[in-house]
């Protein structure tokens, strides 16, 4: 809520929670916002039932939030972001509270952060505060400095408070891509402390989808939009707010209308931009600190993917990809042909424990290759007497340096090396996320064994779905969400690997039930 004053005890705690493989390009998936002036929530169960890997801030200290949203003395840039500005989570999340205070509290850099974090592909969620803080003004006119800023419309203040309403389903409404909330269009009984509404008379954003209306005849927030969602360009992250509680329940329909709102405002990360387009000899040198404000160039962070790309316009013989990274701090290298490489979605990897890797191929077909460099390397969390903090390789939060340089040989037979060029492809999965089942296609040029199988998220063999020699052509298989003993196994992230001979592909899944 906002413009309400009120007390609540704090305690400062920044927890690492679950573990996730599904963060490619990021240390975690969410940061659970419950600093000054806002609930101190310990917990979400919404991303505790997807598994997702979260930490939170819970305190009244000022300090301690101004060190970890803006800097302290072993991290330039803050917690949110990475050394380039890019964000080093996927998603906030900002609870209820009192948002005018907190965004002052916040101050003009740690409100910049947060404007950073979104227009850098990074995702925005909260309640009632959280929804009020993303806007321009909870008021008709003029701009609210306290406030974000970055939904470009206005909120407006619902006026009632300790009530419990329901939520129409807007008709075309993108949360029902994960849940169908019983069939009914509708969502009861969540409670509401003084949220907001959006304002679709006023400076209303075009780009804003509204998910849920509020049903609550005897005030004025009756069918005005309870929960929306913004995203105007596929460089930013996506916004889903909503101006009533429903992150505390742990079942049935609100639970899942939280996992909901988190999991569209995950899909909606940011496209993650190219370093550069890499020429034949050519070396780029990623060695500059956030300071020197030149983000092409800047150091990597702690689980962060730097992404570049090569233009082959022919079928080459012999492209080399060399990394040399800061000695004594593991580096991967991935390279993908025609989409970013990531480590469950590339052809070739090299993830040896040296700092420094090669890559050669004997022959790389024509078209867009994606190079793919990981940090491995991250902080320890350590339990204080206040919580949790980081320790260990703090030295990444500012940066590891590396270089990165191409070599390919334009001479190139192709008739007599035709048994080189890549022989299987997996073109699609859908429905991803899906419920009962999912279709996987794969395309293989020529006769020759695969393997089809199914991984959690800790790498352990799920399902086998195919393990034989198949012929040429386009081929469909299908998995109904069991695994090789036929139980169904449970909602969450999974991953479907191909693999041909030395060649791997790998893609993301998720069975929401």
Partial sequence: MDGINFKIIFVFLVVSVSISLGTDGFYKDIFMDGGVNL?????????????????????????????????????????????DGQPRFRLIYTNGGSATNHGNSM????????????????????SCAGAFISSISYLSSGIWNPYYHIWPGRTASTGVSGVYTGHFIESGCALLD???????????????????????????PPETEVLLRYDYSSATMHMKPSCWAYKSVDTTGRIVVIGSHPEGIE???????????????????????????????ETVYMDRFTSHDDPLHTRIG???????????????????????GEDGYPFNLY??????????????????SSSDKILDLPIAIAGDWFIGIECDTTVDIVP???????????????????????YWDST????????????????????????????IEIEITRDSEIELMIYNVQGQLVRIIFDDYLIAGNHRFVWDGTDNMGNRVQSGMYLIRLKNGKRRITKRIMLVK
Wanted: aromatic share 14%; with cysteine.
């Fill in 39 to 83: 609930t101190s929530r310990t917990t979400l169960p919404a991303s505790d039932s997807l598994h997702l890997d979260m930490e939170y801030l819970a305190t009244e200290n000022q300090a301690i939030q101004d060190s970890l949203y803006i800097e302290s003395e072993y991290d330039e840039n803050g917690i949110l972001l990475y050394p």
């Fill in 107 to 126: 101050g003009e850099d740690g409100r910049e952060r947060i404007r950073q974090f979104f227009h850098n592909g990074g995702s925005y969620t909260g």
């Fill in 178 to 204: 994960y849940f169908d909330f019983g069939g009914d269009m509708y969502i009861d009984n969540i409670i509401h402390m003084g949220g907001c509404y959006a304002r679709e008379t006023i400076d209303y």
């Fill in 251 to 281: 079942s049935g329909e609100r639970l899942n209308l939280m996992q909901a709102i988190l999991l569209y405002a995950l899909d909606g990360v940011g496209t993650p931009g190219i370093k550069a387009i890499l020429s034949n000899g």
């Fill in 302 to 324: 702690d689980k962060q993917y730097h992404h570049f790309r090569i233009n082959l316009p022919d079928t080459v013989y012999h492209l080399r990809v060399n990394m040399d």
């Fill in 335 to 352: 390279l993908n042909h025609g989409d970013f490489a990531y480590q469950y979605s590339s052809d070739y990897y090299d993830t040896s």
């Fill in 384 to 406: 204080t007497s206040w919580g949790f903090r980081y320790n260990g390789a703090l030295e990444v939060l500012d940066g590891l340096p590396y270089n990165l340089t191409v």
């Fill in 412 to 439: 190139l037979n192709i008739e007599e090396n035709l048994a080189l060029l890549p022989n299987v492809d997996l073109r699609g999965v859908y429905p991803n996320p899906f419920n009962i089942e999912t279709a």
